[in-house]
């Protein structure tokens, strides 16, 4: 028997089929389509499941279950999707009509907690009980494993550390809020700033390798200027990381787990980013004179939606 594993993302929707070893032995996929109705986008991911299963040489009954990873919140026991605006789906049957052109048990989790499961299962945190994956990109996401499980809080909408409050009066979230962790930790942030200073120091080889235009200015733009030892850039790069250290602290202030996994797109800058942080986050944890969580990259990479949400029951 297999497990089909789905990654919905903005802009592309991925399926592995994951066999009883965690590993995937085909993948499809399909661009992400928004202006159509409901039951279409479903019929859509259900065309490409069953065409994967095919090219991998199976059939429908070999499958045993179906597990759906989302860049927002679902329900567990009904299977409905409370929320998922890159969808455009609010308080959708995505179980029920999925059933309806493939009759298997299918689970929906939020796209982070899959990663965490995944991650603690196939990953760079497999053997441990507790871990926490945060997930550094356009925002930060974050899940959470205790006791080999998902920890999601009393109404299934916990692990939000992207939008733990930092500062009242801060920088405005796309939530509504000011001053949510994201806005100071995630690449969207980090560019922020670098905007910024640039705005006072133009000299800084952070707009020169932009090709002198701040709207062209990336992450890995500031992670190569710093190597340029560009002050500018190492100045910005320094701010973000003691933001970032403080989220780490944070964690393991509330939570203490095994190891906190980094991933998302900014984790690629590797050694550049783990380094300065295992360096800074202890400063900022309470009881730092006893054994601290180790922190970690993610090694599952594009796989690790696909893999965690096969894992789902």
Known sequence: MIRVGIDVGGTGIKVGIVDDKI?????????????????????????????????????SDDIESVGVGIPGIASSETGEIIKCTNMGWNHVPFREVFRRYLDKPVYIDNDANVAALAESVAGVSAGTTSSVFI???????????????????????????????????????????????ERYCSATA?????????AEHPESKILSIAGGDPSKIEAKTVFDASKANDETAIAVYQRYISFLAQAVASVINLLDPEVIVLGGGVSKAGKDLLDPLVREFP??????????PAVRLAVLG????????????
Not at 144 to 158: E, P, T, Y
Not at 190 to 195: D, G, N, S, V
Not at 303 to 311: L, R
């Open 23 to 59: 590993q995937i032995i085909r993948e499809g996929s399909i661009p992400t389509v928004t202006d159509i109705p409901f039951e279409e986008q479903v019929k859509r991911i259900v065309d490409c499941v069953l065409s994967t299963v095919e090219k991998a040489g199976l059939s």
């Open 283 to 292: 400063q900022y944890v309470l009881f730092n004179d006893q054994p601290l």
């Open 135 to 181: 997930t550094i990109g356009t925002g930060i996401g974050s899940g959470i494993i205790i006791n080999g499980q998902i920890w999601k809080g009393a109404h299934g909408i916990g692990g939000e550390l992207g939008h733990t409050i930092l500062d009242l009066d801060g920088v405005p979230c796309t939530c509504g809020n000011h001053g949510c962790l």
């Open 190 to 198: 980090l560019i922020r700033m670098a905007r910024e200073a640039v």
């Open 302 to 313: 594009s796989e690790a939606g696909m893999i965690g949400a096969s894992m789902l029951s």
